[in-house]
Nanobody
């Protein structure tokens, strides 16, 4: 199982960026997908999660500004980031709770990070 994230880059404060993540491999089901971020000197934090049923959960710091969604294949997850702030600068990681075809329990998988830099 692999996760491939893309879409990071540089944005000005107040601007927008959209992150994408694709889950691939031998998958039986995906329980949930989400985005996390880690700023320099800080621990990794959950930003947004979406379940297989479409329920979403957001960190308070991004509520009303970020939107998580997934496509019809249920193997792509997106993070639309609007009204960006300099404090949103971090490496963003996608993650998924996946049941691989070879096993019957869900495991957590992580993608490589993508850097988001917001200038003031």
């Amino acid at each position: 199982v692999q996760l491939q994230a893309s879409g990071g880059g540089l944005a000005q404060a107040g601007g927008s960026l959209r992150l994408s993540c694709t889950v691939s491999g031998s998958i039986s089901s995906i329980k949930s997908m989400g985005w996390y971020r880690q700023a320099p000197g800080k621990p990794r934090e959950m930003i947004a999660v979406i379940t297989s049923g479409g329920n979403t959960n957001y960190a308070d710091s991004v509520k009303g500004r970020f939107t998580i969604s997934k496509d019809g294949t249920q193997k792509m997850v997106f993070l639309q980031m609007d009204r960006l702030k300099p404090e949103d600068t971090a490496v963003y990681y996608c993650a998924a709770s996946v049941v691989p075809t070879a096993v019957s329990v869900a495991r957590d998988y992580w993608g490589q990070g993508t850097l988001v830099t917001v200038s003031s």
